[in-house]
């Protein structure tokens, strides 16, 4: 981690909420500033370097969200949210967990799931050297990316001979460093506890991204593995894994002002693009998303609407549809509020002004002008390329059909030939993905994502057509064409598609399958789209990193690297903000708060148990004295993105006080950069949480378990 090293080295005076720091950076960090700031745990028990792991390690990702340990028998914390797709998973017409929410009676009753997965960390090495010397003199941009995609696998293939061993190489900044990240992948995570939807999504989607908020965005699930220890996938034999560190709960909870830290696997930001990348993603991205995305969420909507098992099957899919469409209005709104490409113009006019009479800057130069220019010839294309990139989400028929397709060809590869996403490795979570597809689909909602995918692309400008579109669905009406092709398709039946998984392209042609056949069309076209970002792609690891060197230098102080999926910590203050002139929040909304919102109808519905205890004054011990009610969610000034949902939120003593779930609506755009006056991230009080497990759903083993009950 030596490049890490030398950035943190002078970090002590810079922070205050804003930067997401990776386990290594935090030892750096001056130890006096962090005590200052609330922290009272020495920084070691934090992470120890010798070994590589400490309290953070109780942090795991789940694929797309984080998660704490919170016992030694494996029980992992996570937003409801996080684990809905298992919810949804079990649920059916009859027994419908995501209204009514579930709770394992005993581990024998604990729900097992197709495609939950949790990754625990074990070890980060920098690999920049190699990385860096793996790409030729003279290396073309599909050349360059080539031989880092190829150094990449060869690093992870070397790293996962370790037993268990699941790994990756991060780029950080586009390639200023590379991290082998290793981590242990468990493969049998069973479901132990959901509220029901209207506490774990209380307030739906007119709440989502906002304050004041009263959702009990939580759910449980307990990680298993093989007698040996070892990850196993289910067996009813398997037991509780026993991680080496979780999180203590603090009955204690939080006030305004006390010291927070978030800890998890912030996805993605964006903050190390130049101001017209930032500008071109807002309109090429967001505004796209916002329109396709709202008309998929229309039509799923139309499509189910009172047909209980439609509305079973597509609830995770539309649910995902709403976030990230949502998001994007967020991002658009908080991209003009605070003026953050005009701002981002302005700071790299400074860099440029800087570096402009240096000679060893001037490459650095040189690159930000390339990055730019690159930015100007994708428009033109900018309405395919985002079509083509959308293609998997406009239905899971055609997902699965391209993705067939690609395993075909890709099979007849050495492994270390393929796409990535197509090696050995990836298998057994694809066969799980192609089983567990059979618990969402819904013909009827995924014939018209399909059509309105091929509509918008049948109107694409004459330098952008799709052909295999156009040879398809040119001629005639769309939908009667389609539901030709959903009428005669196996890739709706699993037992075909478990069988289409072992054929070969020419096994595949010859089914005459038509949405097979469209697959395979599609497919080619896409292939050679791929190529071209591929050397886009390696175009941009060579000028991002180039251009940063010189941004970072310019600041002379340490700036936190882009969230890229890995382990971080933010160091934060419980505190409130204001959204506008006039306008002040407070930090902590109450379960009085929820029951005032509450109408009777979704999604202000609260469940009738949770009334009956409010109604009856049941607060047990969780009643904040301060507040004079239980809490239910907080404020924090966090450094976070998507995919720090389910992040433990502890007090400075390392003690679990809240689960991360969200950010406030000013906020959303906070991955194009931090601003300390609205930066909020959105917790639930850890209080709340056990006062439902205590004083509503009176959960025994589960209190023993997580040491609340004797
Ligand atoms: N809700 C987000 C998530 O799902 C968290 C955020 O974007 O702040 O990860």
């Not at 290793?182 to 774990?200: K, Q």
């Not at 042609?509 to 896409?526: G, H, S, V, Y």
Request: glycine share 10%; with cysteine; aromatic share 8%.
């Amino acid at each position: 981690m030596r490049r890490l090293v030398v950035l943190a080295a002078a970090a002590a005076t810079m922070w205050a909420g804003e930067g997401k720091w990776t386990p290594q950076q935090v030892l750096k960090l001056n130890p006096a500033e962090l005590k200052k700031q609330g922290l009272q745990l020495p920084v070691r028990r934090l992470w120890d370097p010798v070994r590589g792991t400490g309290l953070l390690a109780a942090t795991v990702n789940t694929g797309g969200c984080s998660a704490g340990f919170v016992s030694e028998a494996g029980l992992v914390l996570t937003n409801h949210h996080c684990l809905f797709g298992m919810v949804q998973e079990h649920s059916r017409p009859g027994r419908d967990l995501i209204t009514n929410g579930f709770l394992a009676g005993s581990r024998d009753e604990e729900l097992p799931s197709k495609t939950g997965r949790v990754n625990v960390p074990r070890k980060f090495t920098d690999v920049t050297a190699q990385m860096e010397a793996a790409v030729p003199a003279g290396a073309s941009d599909l050349e360059r990316a080539k031989a880092l995609e190829a150094k990449e696998k060869a690093l992870v293939a070397e790293c996962e001979m370790t037993p268990a061993a699941r790994c990756r190489v991060a780029a950080f900044d586009g390639g200023v460093q590379y991290v082998l990240v290793e981590s242990m992948e468990i493969l049998d995570v069973r479901l132990v506890y959901a509220p029901p939807r209207m506490i774990g999504e209380y307030g739906g989607e007119g709440d989502n991204w906002m304050w004041p908020r009263h959702t009990g965005d939580f759910s449980m699930a307990r990680a298993y593995v093989g007698r040996d220890g070892k990850p196993a996938p289910y067996s009813k034999d398997n037991v509780p894994y026993k991680p080496e560190f979780f999180f203590p709960i603090s009955t204690e909870g939080v006030k305004p002002g006390d010291f927070v830290m978030v800890l998890g696997y912030p996805g993605t930001t964006v903050r190390s693009l130049t101001a017209l990348e930032m500008a071109d993603r807002e309109k090429n991205l967001y505004e796209r998303r916002v329109d396709l995305y709202g008309a998929w969420i229309r039509l799923i909507e139309e499509a189910t609407k009172g047909d209980e098992a439609g509305i079973i099957a597509t609830a995770a899919t539309l649910k995902s549809l709403n976030n990230v469409y949502k998001n994007a209005g967020g991002q658009i709104a908080g991209l003009k509020r605070g003026r953050i490409i005009a701002k981002q113009k302005a700071a790299e006019a400074e860099v440029e002004k800087w570096a402009a009479g240096k000679p060893e800057w001037q490459s650095a130069l040189a690159a930000k002008k390339r990055l730019d220019e690159m930015v100007a010839e994708k428009e033109r294309t900018a309405a395919r390329a985002f079509l083509l990139q959308t293609v998997a989400s406009g239905g899971s028929a055609l997902r699965q059909a391209l993705q067939l397709v690609k395993l075909a060809g890709e099979r007849g590869k050495p492994d270390a030939e393929r796409e990535p996403a197509y090696m050995n490795r990836m298998m057994p979570m694809m066969v799980a993905g192609l089983e567990r597809a059979e618990k969402s689909y819904f013909r009827r909602a995924d014939e018209a994502l399909a059509a309105e995918w091929i509509g918008r692309a049948l109107k694409l400008g004459a330098g952008e057509r799709i052909k295999s579109v156009d040879a398809a669905f040119g001629q005639g009406d769309v939908k009667a064409k389609l539901a030709g092709m959903y009428d005669g398709t196996k890739v709706t039946s699993l037992a075909e598609r478990l069988k289409m998984f072992e054929e070969t392209p020419e096994q595949l042609k010859a089914r005459r399958d038509p949405m097979i056949d469209f697959a395979i069309a599609l497919q080619a076209e896409l292939d050679v789209f791929n190529e071209q970002a591929k050397a886009i792609d390696g175009a941009v690891a060579k000028l991002r990193p180039a251009w940063r060197k010189a941004v970072i230098a310019h600041a002379g102080k340490p700036v936190a690297p882009d969230a890229n999926s890995t382990l971080r910590v933010s160091f934060a203050h419980v505190k409130g903000y204001a959204p506008r002139d006039g306008v002040v929040y407070t930090p902590q909304t109450t379960l009085a708060g929820m029951m005032e919102k509450h109408t009777g109808e979704d999604p202000f519905d609260v469940p009738k148990k949770v009334r009956e205890a409010y109604e009856a004054g049941k607060a047990g011990r969780w009643k904040d004295a301060r507040l004079g009610e239980v809490p239910l969610c907080f404020l924090a000034d966090a450094d976070t993105t998507g995919g720090n949902s389910g992040s433990p939120t502890v007090n400075g003593r390392g003690e679990l006080v809240g689960l991360n779930f969200d950010r406030v609506w000013e906020n959303v755009a906070n991955d194009f950069g931090y601003n300390p006056e609205i930066a909020r991230n959105v917790n639930v009080d850890i209080r709340f949480f056990l006062w439902m497990l205590d004083e509503v759903e009176n959960a025994d083993g589960l209190l023993k378990e997580l040491k609340i009950r004797k």
